[in-house]
Nanobody, 114 residues
Framework: QVQLVESGGGLVQAGGSLRLSCVVS????????MGWFRQTPGKQRDLVAV??????TSYADSVKGRFTVSRDNVKTMYLEMNSLKPEDTGVYYC?????????WGQGTQVTVSS
């Protein structure tokens, strides 16, 4: 069983920055892909960014050029969010893929005011 704990969310003005962290209970070297999803009330959870075990990354079109996903070789994945917009508001969930299972964190709220 893999546990994930997110942190770093909060309230920020449009144009500001935040850095989210996701700490993994297991060694991150045993994790294949990791990433971030975003969910707003009444909507499905949408993929924001993915980072693979070898450092490859991909992003939703809406965040390209503004967000950067990374992971260290110990236990943590990050999401650096710059030039934030009100439409970036939502609960951000990290996930980790190990074997044939996906694991999820509890989510952290990001609110961007206009």
């Amino acid at each position: 069983q893999v546990q994930l704990v997110e942190s770093g969310g909060g309230l920020v003005q449009a144009g500001g920055s935040l850095r989210l962290s996701c700490v993994v209970s297991d060694s991150i070297l045993t994790i294949k892909n990791m990433g971030w999803f975003r969910q707003t009330p009444g909507k499905q959870r949408d993929l924001v960014a993915v980072v693979t075990s070898v450092g490859g990354t991909s992003y939703a079109d809406s965040v390209k050029g503004r967000f950067t996903v990374s992971r260290d070789n110990v236990k943590t994945m990050y999401l650096e969010m710059n030039s934030l917009k009100p439409e970036d508001t939502g609960v951000y969930y990290c996930y980790a893929n190990k074997g044939f299972r996906n694991y999820w964190g509890q989510g952290t709220q990001v609110t961007v005011s206009s």
